[in-house]
T-cell receptor, first 113, second 115 residues
Framework: DQQVKQNSPSLSVQEGRISILNCDYTNSMFDYFLWYKKYPAEGPTFLISISSIKDKNEDGRFTVFLNKSAKHLSLHIVPSQPGDSAVYFCAASGQAGANNLFFGTGTRLTVIP | EAQVTQNPRYLITVTGKKLTVTCSQNMNHEYMSWYRQDPGLGLRQIYYSMNVEVTDKGDVPEGYKVSRKEKRNFPLILESPSPNQTSLYFC??????????????FGPGTRLTVL
């Protein structure tokens, strides 16, 4: 059973606008959440993370929001750039800092110039 | 350059023919892991290793073996591959088990097709 879900397989956004990628999880024991970015023919690379003690974490153009009561997190990219076009995976861990990750199915973001 | 390398990058084989996918990291990382990525399922962990000679099953270990005789290498072995093991495989490493999931480095992937 998929414990981390990304219900939108794809998303297209105009350059300069906001991209919002969503992720839901079912396991209430998860307490650390991450977003990975993946380009074709490359492995995933870490983008941004958030601990369950926070509800927001920001890093430049990227912000992750966590709503624990709804078991939902989202990644906001503002402004979106063509180089952001990639597959984005949401992941969760049952222990802050642990490496055993549960991944979502990914959302393919296309930023249109 | 710090990196995780995998070989081969692409492999087509037949059912039952034993194969090994190698994984090597040059960062002196203790923790290494194998994932498979399938459409509609995301990345799922196959096996992981917290240090030399210490390995454990992930979520989908059936049909796979691993070994960790040296710190830098973590090969994935398919003793008798079957078509349902056709997938994209990623090796990953990090400094330690509790080093932080955000410090996990992934290899470029191995696309395996079993006919």
């Amino acid at each position: 059973d998929q414990q981390v879900k990304q219900n939108s397989p794809s998303l297209s956004v105009q350059e300069g606008r906001i991209s919002i990628l969503n992720c839901d999880y079912t396991n209430s024991m998860f307490d650390y959440f991450l977003w990975y970015k993946k380009y074709p023919a490359e492995g995933p690379t870490f983008l941004i993370s958030i601990s369950s003690i926070k509800d927001k974490n920001e890093d430049g153009r990227f912000t992750v929001f966590l709503n624990k009561s709804a078991k939902h997190l989202s990644l906001h990219i503002v402004p979106s750039q063509p180089g952001d076009s990639a597959v984005y995976f949401c992941a969760a861990s049952g222990q802050a800092g642990a490496n055993n990750l549960f991944f979502g199915t990914g959302t393919r973001l296309t930023v249109i110039p | 350059e710090a990196q995780v390398t995998q070989n081969p990058r692409y492999l087509i084989t037949v059912t039952g023919k034993k194969l090994t996918v190698t994984c090597s990291q040059n960062m002196n990382h203790e923790y290494m892991s194998w994932y498979r990525q399938d459409p509609g399922l995301g990345l799922r962990q196959i096996y992981y290793s917290m240090n030399v000679e210490v390995t454990d099953k992930g979520d989908v270990p059936e049909g796979y073996k691993v070994s960790r005789k040296e710190k830098r290498n973590f090969p994935l072995i398919l003793e008798s591959p079957s078509p349902n093991q056709t997938s994209l495989y990623f090796c990953a490493s990090s400094l330690s088990f509790l080093g932080g999931a955000d410090t996990q480095y992934f290899g470029p992937g191995t696309r395996l097709t079993v006919l």
